[in-house]
Structures are given as C-alpha cells and as structure tokens.
C-alpha cells in the first residue's frame, strides 16, 4: 500500500488482496487491519483498517473502503510507524484505487493537482499485450497557483518523441492512447507555470530502461527538481519504446526580508521579540539570524550566544494568487548589555535590525591562572542609582561572602557617572582558590550577579627525569620512570617508544589525585607487547597529557634473556636404503637466542604382525644430537622394513625449545637374514629332522623365516639333487649356489638329469600366510601348500638329496592386504641352511635319511625286497597280462613284447 506526501487515498497493487479472515454476511461491518504509513521511501506502514460493507467476498475491490488515522502528512526520508487503533471513530474514510493508472491497450490521463508537478515514473511491459501500464507521481513544487496549457499528439505511431515544456513550465500532465494494429501509443502533454518561478540546471537522463524492460525513475521527492520533457524511441521487433527523462530545478525569485522593527531599545533583564518575514512564490529553505559577533543563533549546527537566546520554528502566515508569507521569531529573554548590537535575519535576502539593553552589570566570566601567581578578578557594572559591589563563593555547599584578608584584597573604582567597577585580587595562587567566584551588584531597585571562574592555565608536562631498566626477562622489559608533575603541567599519561613500536601508559588515578605542584614521583611498567627474548631494545619515554608530550628522556639500551626457540621448519624425511633415513630441516622462525644443536628423535613401529619376542629383540626408537647448528643429518643402524615417526628439536641458551612436527617415513623393506640367522628351526633347536616316508617322499619340518628386515610375502621349499659321493657339507650357500629364481630348473628336467654339479627345482611356493602351522612338509605328494603351478612329484631314484627354503619379502607394506591381488617379485630374498644327512659327509648314500638309523635304513631295504618277491610271483601266476603301471598308462605283457620293451620294467 502507497503512497506518501499528505495522504489523500492509498492504492492496492493490481493484483487483489486476500484477506485470510472470511467475512459472514450477517455481520453489519466488519474491519480487517493492515499496514499503513511512510517510510524513507515514501510507502506507507503503520495500521489501517478496511471495512467490509457487508459482503460475503473474501477479496478486496474497488469498492472497499479504507479507514485510517488522520495522519497530516509523511516527511520524506522519515521512518513513520505510528500505534493507529482499529477505531472508525478515529479514522477518516477514503476510496481504494488500483496502483496503475491504466491498463494495458487501456487510455493514460493524468493530471497533478494544483501546485505540483511529476517528479517519478514507473511502467511494466507485457509482451502479450505489446503495451505498459504506467504511474505517474507527483509533488508539490509550489505554493501558489499555476497556469497550464496541454499540447496536441507530439507524434505519430512508431515515430520518435523529442519534447521539451517551454521556458520555466514543468510537465504535470501525460495523455495517451493505444493503437493494437501498430502496437503504439500517441502522447501528448500538460506543462504548468506559478508565477515568480523558473527552471535552471536542466539535465536529460540515460535510457530509463531496456526493451520490455520496466521503469522505474525518480528524481526524489524532496528536492526542486522536476519533469519538463521527455525523448522516446520505437522499436517495431519489440513493440516497444526506450526512455530519456529531461528534468530541472524549479525555484521561484528573490524573496523580500523584512522585519517588524529596525530599532529596539530594551532595558537589561526584560525581553526582546524579533519577528522576520519573507514574502515570495515559495517557502524559504531557511530563515536564519545571526548576531553582532557573526555567530550564527541557534538550530542545528548552528553557535549559541547564549542560553537566553531562544528561536521559533518557521510558520506559514498566509497565501494569496502569487505569493506566500513565512515568518520566524527571535526571542533575546532577560537581555544583557553583551547583548547589545546589530543583528541580522538571512533568507535568501538579509534583513537588520539594531538591539541596545541599558546594561547594569558586565564581567569578564573567565580567568586562566597559573599556580603561585597572582590573580586580579574584575566585576563592571553600569549603574543610575547609588549601588554596591560585595564577592561570594560556595564554600561546603553555602554562599560566604569574601573579605579582604592577609592574601586577598577587595576595593571598588567609580569611572564617570554610571561606571561601577570592583576588584578582587589572590596574593598567590594555589588549588584552594580555584572554582567560581560571584560578584552581586545591589541597586535601590534590583540585585544583579555574574560569576568569575578561575581555571588552570593547562600546558603539555616537562620531560622525565630519568628511566631505568630492571631485571628484563625473555618476553617482557621492567621500565622505572621518575618525572615531575606539575598542576599547570599534569602528567596524565606515558608514551614509551622502543624500536618501532610505542604504547602508552595512564597514571594510576589514585596517584594522579595525590600529585601536588612539584611532586617528583616513580613509577614501573612491565612492558611485554612485542617483546622477544634475546633482541636488543632502545627505549625512550614522553610525559603526556592531553595538550601533547614532552621531549624524550634518555636512551637506554635493552637486551632481552633468551628463551627456548620455535619448532624447527619444513622437515622433511626420505629412504635411501634399508637401515638409513635423510633428513633436512630449515631453523626455526623464532631462534630466541643462538642455536647450538639439534636433537633428533626417532620412533619405529612396524605396521605388519610380528611377534612380541622378535619385537622386544629390535632398537626401534631412541634420539640424536647433531653436531652444531646443521640442517641435515643421517639417521643410521635402523631397523628396515619400518616405519618411523622422526621430530627435530633446537637447543639454544635457554635450553629445549619446541620439537617440529612429526614426519613419518619408513626405511627400506630387507630379506630375512640368511642361514641360521634369519630362520627360526621349531622348538629352538639349531636343525631340524628329515624323515623318509619311502624312497621317494620325504618329510621335513621347515624353519619359520624371521620378519624383522620387512613382512613376508611368500615361499619356496626346494629340492636340491647332488651328484654321486657329493658331500652336502662342501655346499656353497643356498644364495650364493642358486642365486635367482633363473638358476632353478624345472621338476622334469630334474628326474633325467645325470650332470656333475649340483642343480635344484622348487618343489612348491605359497603365500606366507599359507605357512604350515606345524612347520612340517612332505615332499613328493600333492596337497601341500602351493599356490603356484610347481610340481612336488615323487623324488627321482638313486639320488642324493638336500632341501632349503627361500623366503620373499614384501617390498611395499602398504599392499599387505591386497599380497594376493599383486604380482609377487623374485628379486629379493634370503634362503635357509640346507636340510641333510649329516652321516653323508662321511658315507654317500643313493637314498638319504635325515635324522634316521642305520636300524631303520635295513629295515626299509628289506621291505623292499619283500615287496619284489612278491611282485614275481603275481607276475609268474598272472601270465596273460602284466599291469604295468607308470603314470597313466597301461599296457599287456603282448603289447610290451610287440613293441620291444624291456622285459622286466622297474617300479
């Protein structure tokens, strides 16, 4: 709901308004309260009433009336939000309109009423209709009567509008009409004059909008400016126009100032009226009064001479066809010979008029002094009958009349007729006589009194005496500052400098009320605001008040204790090997003193499983000094395989300072130690036993390889083949025979080969966690651990044997739980000792028996005899057909014979 200025009727936007409360049709009347008003932008708030006549609708129309407070008019930039009761009784009734002023395809009339002039438009394009609804708003711009004329249609359909109101009228009036064939509107205007006014500093906006764009132009409700003309172009693809706005200022001609009297004589305490009035076509801006001095009287901003100087607000007196009459008081109440002068009312024109009060009394009202000298006070009055001059002040509360004493004398001087004057003078000053004095004029018809004030003369403080340094510390410097304050010359506060910096220090309010004239004081200050331990400082201090400071004192030099530094910056840790970490580091921000060493500390932890007796054998944490002030150190003898968590702490005068922030590394994954070292045989023992199950099986406990050089990824058991009378004992090392996975050669070449040297096949190879529980292999039969295509066949006859495993690490820890998902790598390794016969050094055997009995090898050479014996005499009893089994085949005796095999095969 808007609009603002003196409310004459509010409008409802176009859209109607629903009302959430239904109406009944038996009620007489009911009221529905919204919110009404103005505010900085001249729409209304606060609370009105609409008042349904007696209809069953839910939806506001035209045909509703509005109810609200007489509120007499909405000042522009005001924030009005009155409490405005719900009461008929209180309102007055007004039509509701639509915010628009016309439809679309619909005709424009509007006129301003009298006095006023556009000064905003607003307009919504519909591209459906090819057509705008428009508001034209006004304002009042003069406060007299104008004359008008309205021009005819200034252009046709689709051509440009280029209009301008002739010299000093202002537009108050649009007219016009839609075409739907040339989707189109013809223009025409109203331009008005008052009499007495003009237009200056005219200006043409930009384009007010873009196509189909809306518009929405002011140029404020407040100011003189005003519309005198517009430019408009169309577009036929847009069916539409783009707007320019020429606007103006519009002032009316000089005012005529006057006032009631040129001359008023007065005598002093009685009052003066001064009335000033302006005659002209408009309100003055501001009706103003200055006095004799200059000064301008009252108002805001304004100085006052006084308090008895009273003004009224600006009254309009009347109207008639070409002018208005404004007029303002000056009020002088009590008037006092300072009043006397020439005074002046300003209006656009000045106006001057002339006061002279008869005085009785003058007094100069205020003295400066300065403590221990004296001081002559003076009371002036201008008499016409016998008088007398007595001083006062306010002693505990009570008036006591001063008389003349050791310190202070009274005496009176008479200058011509009516000239009174009386003195009172303080030997010597100190700050018992200050505060206001009165000086009381008795006549045979009135008493009169001023007052005379006696103030410090203030002046900015001497320099201090001296300062001196106490026992500084790492973050802070003790300040002893000795200085004179002086009553004339207070100390209110320090201003200490050191370096660049500088900061102030009050004086405790309970010693600055017991500071007396000439009081040499002390005082300390702990000063911590940027201070850093061992930096050297220079201070220097100011006594200040708030009139300035004084010279510095001294230059006294400062060094601060040093303190534990800042952690060191930027470290960073990389792996070369297995057992080494780099480390680099920058100094710390904040060195506090002058560094001496670096301590490294260092934490490992390993990140696979391992068990609690291998982790209490490893050093995985501990610490080291550097050796001076270095930015680079070798971390060394480390575990591989883990990871360590590395700081570096500064070590300065003051001792530890704060360590770095961690890093995390970890050293390069190793084999397991090789032999004996790196695998643990069951049970402690330092070998392990081999036993045959028969002359091509074998069954052998395997040592657990030790995880401490890095996790274990997997494993291989391998058979190695010796020639005839080869002593396992003169074996190189399993690495140093085989060393890669190259040197290995497969299980069937394995069973044909006759050569001189020592050779090996893998048997199996598993993931480590495919580790037999029980450490124990067979080798020469299926369903052992294997997770890789190796053949663990039967061991070839006649053939000495040795047997080691190979154990894998796994390079990178952080793929443990993807080991399965990864390609395994053969490049590093570590194998255990060899597993035989120790009897074999002395006796080679075509069949070894590890850990067995000479007991046991008869027995086992008799079984196989048994065994042939029998396999005869099934041979000699089954004559037709001889099974001869050899993998998968099968063959008959017949078949044998027919393809010239050997007659008696060998099992």
Same mark, same amino acid.
């Given at each position: 709901?808007?609009?603002?200025?003196?409310?004459?009727?509010?409008?409802?936007?176009?859209?109607?308004?629903?009302?959430?409360?239904?109406?009944?049709?038996?009620?007489?009347?009911?009221?529905?309260?919204?919110?009404?008003?103005?505010?900085?932008?001249?729409?209304?708030?606060?609370?009105?009433?609409l008042?349904?006549?007696?209809?069953?609708?839910?939806?506001?129309?035209?045909?509703?009336?509005?109810l609200?407070?007489?509120?007499?008019?909405?000042?522009?930039?005001?924030?009005f939000?009155?409490?405005?009761?719900?009461?008929?009784?209180?309102?007055?009734?007004?039509?509701?309109?639509?915010?628009?002023?016309?439809?679309?395809?619909?005709?424009?009339?509007?006129?301003?009423?009298?006095?006023?002039?556009?000064?905003?438009?607003?307009?919504e394009?519909?591209?459906?209709?090819?057509?705008?609804?428009?508001?034209?708003?006004?304002?009042?711009?003069?406060?007299?009567?104008?004359?008008?004329?309205?021009?005819?249609?200034?252009?046709?359909?689709?051509?440009?509008?280029?209009?301008?109101?002739?010299?000093?009228? +202002?537009?108050a $009036?649009?007219?016009?009409? !839609?075409? =739907?064939?040339?989707? /189109? @509107? *013809? #223009? %025409?205007?109203?331009? &008005?004059?008052?009499?007495?006014?003009?237009?200056?500093?005219?200006?043409?906006?930009?384009?007010?909008?873009?196509?189909?764009?809306?518009?929405?132009?002011?140029?404020?409700?407040?100011?003189?400016? +005003?519309?005198? $003309?517009?430019?408009?172009? !169309?577009? =036929?693809?847009?069916? /539409? @126009? *783009? #707007? %320019?706005?020429?606007? &103006?200022?519009?002032?009316s001609?000089?005012?005529?100032?006057?006032?009631?009297?040129?001359?008023?004589?007065?005598?002093?305490?009685?009052?003066?009226?001064?009335?000033?009035?302006?005659?002209?076509?408009?309100?003055?801006?501001?009706?103003?009064?200055?006095?004799?001095?200059?000064l301008?009287?009252?108002?805001?901003?304004?100085?006052?001479?006084n308090?008895?100087?009273?003004?009224?607000?600006?009254?309009?007196?009347?109207?008639?066809?070409?002018?208005?009459?404004?007029?303002?008081?000056?009020?002088?109440?009590?008037?006092?010979?300072?009043?006397?002068?020439?005074?002046?009312?300003?209006?656009?024109?000045?106006?001057?008029?002339d006061?002279?009060?008869?005085?009785?009394?003058?007094?100069?009202?205020?003295?400066?002094?300065?403590?221990?000298?004296?001081?002559?006070?003076?009371?002036?009055?201008?008499?016409?009958t016998?008088?007398?001059i007595?001083?006062?002040?306010?002693?505990?509360?009570?008036?006591?009349?001063?008389?003349?004493?050791?310190?202070?004398?009274?005496?009176?001087?008479?200058?011509?007729q009516?000239?009174?004057?009386?003195?009172?003078?303080?030997?010597?000053?100190?700050?018992?006589?200050?505060?206001?004095?009165?000086?009381?004029?008795?006549?045979?018809?009135n008493?009169?009194?001023?007052?005379?004030?006696?103030?410090?003369?203030?002046?900015?403080?001497?320099?201090?005496?001296?300062?001196?340094?106490?026992?500084?510390?790492?973050?802070?410097?003790?300040?002893?500052?000795?200085?004179?304050?002086?009553?004339?010359?207070?100390?209110?506060?320090?201003t200490?400098?050191?370096?660049?910096?500088?900061?102030?220090?009050?004086?405790?309010?309970?010693?600055?009320?017991?500071?007396?004239?000439?009081?040499?004081?002390?005082?300390?200050?702990?000063?911590?605001?940027?201070?850093?331990?061992?930096?050297?400082?220079?201070?220097?201090?100011?006594?200040?008040?708030?009139?300035?400071?004084?010279?510095?004192?001294?230059?006294?030099?400062?060094?601060?204790?040093?303190?534990?530094?800042?952690p060191?910056?930027?470290?960073?840790?990389?792996?070369?090997?297995?057992?080494?970490?780099?480390?680099?580091?920058?100094?710390?921000?904040?060195?506090?003193?002058?560094?001496?060493?670096?301590?490294?500390?260092?934490v490992?932890?390993?990140?696979?499983?391992?068990?609690?007796?291998?982790?209490?054998?490893?050093?995985l944490?501990?610490?080291?000094?550097t050796?001076?002030?270095?930015?680079?150190?070798?971390?060394?003898?480390?575990?591989?395989?883990?990871?360590?968590?590395?700081?570096?702490?500064?070590?300065?005068?003051?001792?530890?300072?704060?360590?770095?922030?961690?890093?995390?590394?970890?050293?390069?994954?190793?084999?397991p130690?090789s032999?004996?070292?790196g695998?643990?045989?069951?049970?402690?023992?330092e070998?392990?036993?081999?036993v045959?199950?028969?002359?091509?099986?074998?069954?052998?406990?395997?040592?657990?390889?030790?995880?401490?050089?890095?996790?274990?990824?997997?494993?291989?058991?391998?058979?190695?083949?010796?020639?005839?009378?080869?002593?396992?004992?003169?074996?190189?090392p399993?690495?140093?025979?085989?060393?890669?996975?190259?040197?290995?050669?497969?299980?069937?070449?394995?069973?044909?080969?006759?050569?001189?040297?020592?050779?090996?096949?893998?048997?199996a190879?598993?993931?480590?966690?495919?580790?037999?529980?029980?450490?124990?292999?067979?080798?020469?039969?299926?369903?052992?651990?294997?997770?890789?295509?190796?053949?663990?066949?039967?061991?070839?006859?006649?053939?000495?044997?040795?047997?080691?495993l190979?154990?894998?690490?796994?390079?990178?820890?952080?793929?443990?739980d993807?080991?399965?998902?990864?390609?395994?790598?053969?490049?590093?390794?570590?194998?255990?000792?060899?597993?035989?016969?120790?009897?074999?050094?002395?006796?080679?055997?075509?069949?070894?028996?590890?850990?067995?009995?000479?007991?046991?090898?008869?027995?086992?050479?008799?079984?196989?005899?048994?065994f042939?014996?029998?396999?005869?005499?099934?041979?000699?009893?089954?004559?037709?057909k001889?099974?001869?089994?050899?993998?998968?085949?099968?063959?008959?005796?017949?078949?044998?014979?027919?393809?010239?095999?050997?007659?008696?095969?060998?099992?």
């Amino acid at each position: 709901i808007e609009p603002c200025g003196r409310i004459h009727e509010l409008s409802l936007f176009h859209a109607k308004l629903t009302v959430t409360r239904h109406f009944q049709a038996s009620d007489q009347e009911q009221r529905f309260c919204l919110p009404v008003g103005c505010d900085g932008d001249h729409r209304m708030k606060g609370q009105a009433v609409l008042v349904h006549d007696n209809k069953t609708t839910t939806e506001f129309s035209e045909n509703y009336d509005l109810l609200y407070a007489d509120i007499d008019s909405c000042e522009a930039g005001t924030n009005f939000n009155a409490e405005i009761p719900c009461d008929p009784s209180l309102s007055q009734k007004h039509k509701v309109v639509r915010r628009w002023q016309n439809g679309y395809d619909e005709a424009l009339d509007v006129d301003c009423p009298d006095r006023q002039a556009f000064y905003r438009v607003r307009s919504e394009h519909h591209d459906g209709a090819e057509d705008r609804i428009w508001q034209w708003d006004c304002k009042e711009v003069t406060e007299i009567s104008r004359s008008c004329y309205t021009t005819g249609y200034i252009n046709s359909f689709d051509e440009l509008i280029l209009f301008q109101c002739d010299t000093d009228y +202002v537009m108050a $009036g649009v007219h016009s009409y !839609h075409d =739907n064939g040339a989707e /189109d @509107r *013809r #223009w %025409k205007f109203t331009c &008005c004059r008052a009499e007495g006014y003009y237009t200056k500093n005219c200006q043409l906006s930009d384009y007010l909008n873009d196509w189909d764009a809306a518009i929405d132009y002011s140029v404020g409700s407040t100011s003189s400016r +005003v519309f005198v $003309g517009a430019f408009s172009e !169309h577009s =036929n693809p847009y069916e /539409d @126009r *783009r #707007w %320019k706005i020429m606007s &103006c200022e519009y002032v009316s001609d000089i005012f005529e100032v006057s006032t009631t009297q040129d001359k008023y004589v007065v005598g002093e305490g009685n009052s003066v009226v001064v009335k000033c009035t302006t005659v002209g076509g408009r309100a003055p801006s501001d009706i103003k009064f200055f006095s004799p001095s200059g000064l301008l009287l009252n108002g805001a901003g304004s100085e006052e001479v006084n308090q008895h100087i009273m003004l009224s607000s600006i009254t309009k007196e009347s109207t008639s066809s070409s002018n208005v009459t404004y007029s303002r008081t000056l009020t002088l109440s009590g008037a006092l010979v300072g009043d006397s002068g020439t005074y002046t009312c300003e209006a656009e024109e000045n106006a001057s008029f002339d006061v002279t009060v008869e005085a009785i009394l003058s007094i100069n009202v205020t003295l400066e002094v300065i403590i221990q000298q004296p001081v002559k006070m003076t009371c002036l009055a201008t008499v016409f009958t016998p008088s007398t001059i007595t001083w006062w002040r306010e002693v505990d509360g009570e008036m006591i009349q001063i008389v003349s004493d050791s310190g202070t004398d009274i005496y009176q001087e008479k200058f011509g007729q009516n000239l009174l004057w009386s003195f009172l003078e303080i030997e010597k000053m100190d700050s018992t006589h200050i505060g206001t004095y009165n000086c009381k004029v008795a006549t045979t018809s009135n008493n009169f009194q001023a007052d005379v004030t006696l103030a410090l003369i203030k002046e900015s403080p001497e320099t201090p005496v001296k300062i001196t340094e106490t026992s500084p510390d790492s973050r802070w410097v003790a300040l002893e500052v000795t200085a004179v304050s002086d009553e004339n010359k207070p100390i209110e506060f320090f201003t200490i400098y050191y370096n660049e910096f500088s900061i102030d220090f009050n004086i405790p309010q309970d010693l600055a009320q017991g500071l007396l004239h000439g009081n040499l004081f002390s005082i300390t200050y702990n000063i911590s605001s940027n201070i850093l331990p061992n930096t050297n400082y220079v201070f220097t201090v100011s006594s200040c008040n708030d009139l300035g400071c004084s010279e510095t004192k001294d230059i006294v030099p400062v060094t601060t204790l040093p303190s534990s530094s800042s952690p060191p910056q930027k470290l960073t840790v990389s792996n070369t090997d297995t057992t080494s970490l780099w480390l680099t580091w920058m100094e710390p921000e904040m060195l506090n003193g002058n560094i001496s060493f670096y301590k490294v500390k260092y934490v490992g932890t390993k990140l696979y499983n391992i068990s609690e007796a291998l982790l209490s054998s490893l050093s995985l944490e501990g610490d080291r000094d550097t050796t001076g002030p270095t930015f680079f150190f070798i971390l060394t003898e480390l575990v591989p395989g883990t990871q360590y968590t590395v700081t570096v702490t500064a070590f300065n005068e003051a001792g530890k300072g704060m360590p770095s922030s961690p890093v995390v590394e970890s050293t390069l994954v190793d084999s397991p130690p090789s032999g004996e070292e790196g695998f643990l045989f069951p049970n402690g023992s330092e070998t392990t036993e081999l036993v045959m199950i028969s002359d091509q099986r074998a069954e052998i406990v395997l040592p657990r390889p030790l995880n401490i050089n890095g996790a274990l990824s997997h494993h291989q058991v391998v058979v190695v083949l010796l020639p005839e009378d080869f002593s396992p004992a003169s074996l190189l090392p399993a690495d140093a025979l085989f060393p890669n996975i190259d040197t290995f050669m497969t299980y069937a070449d394995s069973k044909t080969y006759k050569g001189p040297n020592p050779v090996a096949y893998i048997t199996a190879e598993f993931d480590d966690k495919l580790f037999p529980s029980d450490s124990v292999f067979t080798v020469g039969v299926d369903g052992q651990p294997n997770d890789r295509q190796y053949e663990n066949g039967p061991l070839p006859r006649g053939t000495t044997f040795a047997f080691f495993l190979r154990a894998y690490p796994l390079i990178d820890i952080s793929e443990i739980d993807k080991v399965h998902e990864k390609e395994r790598q053969y490049s590093l390794f570590s194998s255990s000792d060899f597993v035989y016969d120790n009897a074999l050094e002395s006796e080679p055997k075509t069949v070894i028996i590890i850990g067995g009995s000479a007991g046991a090898a008869g027995f086992a050479v008799i079984l196989i005899v048994v065994f042939i014996i029998a396999l005869v005499a099934v041979i000699k009893f089954r004559k037709k057909k001889v099974i001869i089994e050899r993998g998968h085949i099968q063959m008959s005796k017949s078949e044998l014979e027919s393809k010239d095999q050997v007659a008696n095969p060998v099992y």
